[in-house]
């Protein structure tokens, strides 16, 4: 059962344009939030986070928005760029879980942008 | 660079076979990570060292077994191979304030026939 849903498999976006990217979770325990960008034959690099005590987090041209009610997270990417195009994962973990440190990743969110 | 090394880059293998896979952390990193990356199942955790213990288990099957040597390069090893276990396999590693931001190596892509 996937605990982290990420919906769209691919998504195109003119350069210069908001990417928007979404993720959905199952699991109420999960309190911190994390995405990944992986360019193809290298490993995933961690982007931005969140903990669920907050609901906006700001980092340069990326934002994350976390909206617990509807256990939703989204990344906003402004402007895109064309070295913005990769995979993207969204992450969770259960910070007050005790010992365990491993996310729990979505399958992934193709992005890719057109010049 | 994430400053995570893994080796080797591929590996083929036959089934029934036993292989090791190696990945030695950034300078400083305690926390060693193994994910398994498959077509169908996305990115999964296998397991967790902290500075030679084992930390955490995910979903991995019997037969892989893993460890943290006191350099802390860290081995997982996978026996009796199956087709299904060709994947992409991946080490993280983290300090130990900042368990979450992890950094991955370049992966190991195994292909088991």
């Given amino acids: ?115 | 660079d994430s400053g995570v090394t893994q080796t080797p880059k591929h590996l083929i293998t036959a089934t029934g076979q036993r292989v090791t896979l190696r990945c030695s952390p950034r300078s400083g990193d305690l926390s060693v990570y193994w994910y398994q990356q498959s077509l169908d199942q996305g990115l999964q955790f296998l397991i967790q060292y902290y500075n030679g213990e084992e930390r955490a288990k995910g979903n991995i099957l019997e037969r892989f077994s893993a460890q943290q040597f006191p350099d802390l390069h860290s081995e997982l090893n996978l026996s009796s191979l199956e087709l299904g276990d060709s994947a992409l396999y991946f080490c993280a590693s983290s300090v130990a304030s900042q368990p979450y931001e992890q950094y991955f190596g370049p992966g190991t892509r195994l292909t088991v026939t």
Avoid at chain 1, 34 to 43: H, I, N, S
Avoid at chain 1, 71 to 80: A, C, E, F, W, Y
Avoid at chain 1, 92 to 106: H, K, M, Q, Y
Wanted: glycine share 8%; with cysteine; proline share 5%.
């Fill in chain 1, 1 to 115: 059962d996937q605990q982290v849903k990420q919906n769209s498999p691919s998504l195109s976006v003119q350069e210069g344009r908001i990417s928007i990217l979404n993720c959905d979770y199952t699991n109420s325990m999960f309190d911190y939030f994390l995405w990944y960008k992986k360019y193809p034959a290298e490993g995933p690099t961690f982007l931005i986070s969140i903990s669920s005590i907050k609901d906006k987090n700001e980092d340069g041209r990326f934002t994350v928005f976390l909206n617990k009610s509807a256990k939703h997270l989204s990344l906003h990417i402004v402007p895109s760029q064309p070295g913005d195009s990769a995979v993207y994962f969204c992450a969770a973990s259960e910070r007050a879980g005790g010992g365990a440190d491993g996310l729990t990743f979505g399958k992934g969110t193709h992005l890719i942008i057109q010049p």
